[in-house]
């Protein structure tokens, strides 16, 4: 059995649109580190293709880093039913929640990262935060409190919840995958968002928060800044909203150009900014995909389960 402390479990998804966003993000990893872990990187694959696979992979250098490919078929247990929300998020953000099942059972922690992100410090600072006793770390959301508006949980008064308590965000999460494993934290998420579907309009997110309110471990802003809300000397950047991939990007010029640094490093290095329709299509496209599988599940009509296919 390995050396769990000296050995980072990091845990992504990305489909082949964001696939130049993953690039700038394994590069920012493997640049600010120290070579003194092993680290392994799990990419929930949705859809890339075969050859940014490669070049993905060839943007690694140091013999301590793995990337570890898993199709996003095989990262959903069969006996999961995905909620079919409304929202423009595609499928594949329910990954992250699967964690626990998609890694080994040796593995008893890991960070997971959204794709949007950029590592400014050396990974291994995060990974030795000590979780006192919680299942999970994660940063304050924009939306600092559960009943911040629309962002946070709208009907928080019927599930029993303070609208003061905090709100956390979900593009970095530490995770004790032992104890996720144990308390069977997947299922009960998945029946939480699906139970209150007309209210999860950041669905993962919505899971998430109502499971952990009031118990989880609140992580200095730092390791997970906003690009709306630049933090000077950020430990990791997070593209939410508008992405610097499109032109209308117009949030931190210091963390769209600490982006392009590390993308300058990489087999995407003359990537050009796309016209920001691509965007909005790609958004569109995903609620397209919910709406046929919803079709779907009401003509099966059929006994068992209806694990949408994804």
Not at 186 to 202: L, M, S, T
């Amino acid at each position: 059995m390995r050396n769990e402390s000296k050995h980072i479990a990091l845990v992504t998804v990305c489909d082949n649109h964001f696939s130049v966003m993953l690039a700038a993000l394994l590069k920012s990893i493997e640049s600010n580190q120290d070579g003194s872990y092993l680290i392994s990187i799990y990419v929930v694959d949705d859809g890339i293709s075969s050859k940014n696979r490669r070049l993905l992979d060839s943007t690694i250098q140091a013999g301590n880093i793995h990337i570890k490919w898993i199709p996003i078929k095989a990262a959903v247990p069969e006996s999961l039913r995905l909620p079919l929300d409304g929202s423009t998020f595609p499928l594949c953000i329910y990954a992250r929640i699967c964690i626990p099942y998609f890694l080994s059972e040796d593995i008893e922690k890991a960070i997971y990262l959204d794709a949007d992100t950029i590592v400014a410090c050396d990974i291994r600072a995060l990974w030795e935060i000590d979780l006192a006793g919680y299942s999970l770390a994660a940063v304050t959301d924009r939306a600092k409190t559960i009943g911040t508006g629309w962002a946070g949980i709208t009907n928080y008064k019927e599930l029993g919840l303070s609208p003061n308590s905090p709100y956390f965000n979900t593009g970095v999460l530490v995770i004790d995958v032992k104890k996720w494993r144990e308390e069977r934290v997947p299922e009960q998420v998945f029946g939480c968002i699906e139970k209150n579907i007309q209210y999860a309009n950041f669905p993962d997110q919505y899971g998430l928060n109502v499971y952990f309110a009031n118990n989880w471990l609140i992580l200095p802003a730092k390791w997970n800044s906003y690009a709306q809300d630049e933090i000077p000397e950020p430990y990791i950047i997070h593209f939410t909203g508008m992405k610097p991939i499109y032109r209308g990007y117009a949030f931190s010029s210091a963390y769209k150009y600490c982006f392009y640094k590390y993308l300058s490093l990489t087999p995407f290095r003359n990537f050009k900014p796309r016209r920001t329709y691509v965007r909005l299509l790609s958004k569109a496209l995903h609620i397209i995909e919910k709406k046929w599988l919803m079709l779907c599940a009401g003509l099966r009509k059929t006994p068992g389960r209806q694990q949408p296919v994804i």
